[in-house]
């Protein structure tokens, strides 16, 4: 089921993830593809998108970074008190059906949406690995759930303290000019997901990327997703798109828009200007 006007509900549990992210589960009936998300209204502040995740045995789950003043109230919530949801919303991503293995890039909370995924292909017994990266040991998200489930693990830190010391690129790059994949499915910050991409193309790797962008109605209305050239919606046509789509994003590695509207380069971009 969808539900296009807020459903409110009251947070069942909450789960302390590390210091900055927690998980939030509720009692509702909804249908949702590993991809999509919803739109979270958060009383007295905003409604903002988040991944989904339909854990088995214990239902609907959010996972949520403290990076804002929505995301802060959030985490403040206690089990019991009530928020909106509506959705799920957005394209998904697919698995090949001869799909035997496959490949997942994740860094920070871009790991939501391929642990779902992750739950997904294992059922079906297809061969998961893992390029997992954080900042520190700490926060890498979901390492033991993905562990009891049978994905095998890269894990990467920025600062060495688990696995490979620096980008989660890296380990993914050697991966692939070794080990044959299916398909490979990659969300996390852009800078992170355009390296993938470029991997994916030199390599002739099909893939799946979360293409983020600022939304505000969640359900294709208001026009604040769309990106240059296609005029695609991210709330709709995305925000799941395939490798060759994505090469008619022109702006997918460059620049979003705020929630004004305004044109904003990524700082990577602006450092290779100046
Ligand atoms: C499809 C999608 C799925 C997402 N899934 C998750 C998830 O599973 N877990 C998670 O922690 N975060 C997720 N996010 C990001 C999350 O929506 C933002 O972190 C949140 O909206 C920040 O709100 P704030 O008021 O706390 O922070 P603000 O201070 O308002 O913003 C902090 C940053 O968050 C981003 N942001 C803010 N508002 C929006 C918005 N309406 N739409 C998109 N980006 C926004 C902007 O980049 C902004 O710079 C997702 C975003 C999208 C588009
Ligand atoms: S957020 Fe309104 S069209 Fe996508």
């Excluded at 958060?42 to 990076?67: H, N, Q, R, S, W």
């Excluded at 980008?167 to 997901?193: L, R, S």
């Excluded at 209305?221 to 769309?226: D, L, N, P, S, V």
């Amino acid at each position: 089921m969808r539900y296009d006007k807020p459903k409110v509900v009251s947070i069942k549990k909450i789960i302390e993830e590390n210091s900055r992210v927690k998980s939030f589960l509720f009692d509702l009936e909804i249908q949702a593809k590993p991809g999509q998300f919803v739109m979270v209204w958060i009383p007295g502040y905003d409604e903002k998108p988040f991944g989904v995740i339909l854990k088995d045995g214990a239902g609907l789950m959010i996972t949520v970074a403290a990076v804002g003043r929505s995301t802060k109230a959030l985490h403040q919530m206690k089990a019991g008190n009530l928020i909106g949801i509506r959705g799920a919303y957005g394209s998904h991503f697919h698995l090949p059906s001869e799909a035997k293995s496959i490949a997942l890039v994740a860094g920070g909370y871009g790991m939501v949406p391929l642990a779902y995924l992750a739950q997904e292909a294992r059922k079906k017994n297809i061969n998961v690995e893992l390029f997992l990266g954080a900042r520190t040991q700490k926060e890498l998200l979901f390492a033991s759930w993905m562990k009891e489930i049978g994905v095998k693990l890269h894990l990467s830190t920025d600062d060495g303290s688990v696995g490979h010391h620096g980008f989660v690129t890296e380990p993914f790059a050697e991966y692939v000019k070794n080990k044959q994949t299916d398909q490979v499915y990659v969300v996390g910050p852009e800078i992170m997901e355009y390296k993938v991409a470029q991997i994916c193309y030199k390599k002739q790797v099909p893939f799946e990327v979360s293409v983020e962008r600022y939304m505000k109605c969640g359900l294709g209305i208001c026009g604040q997703c769309c990106v240059d050239n296609t005029g695609w919606r991210m709330c709709v046509e995305g925000p799941i798109i395939n490798g060759e789509d994505l090469k008619k994003i022109i702006e997918f590695g460059k620049y979003h828009r705020t929630a004004s509207g305004k044109v904003e380069y990524f700082p990577w971009v602006k450092k290779t200007k100046n």
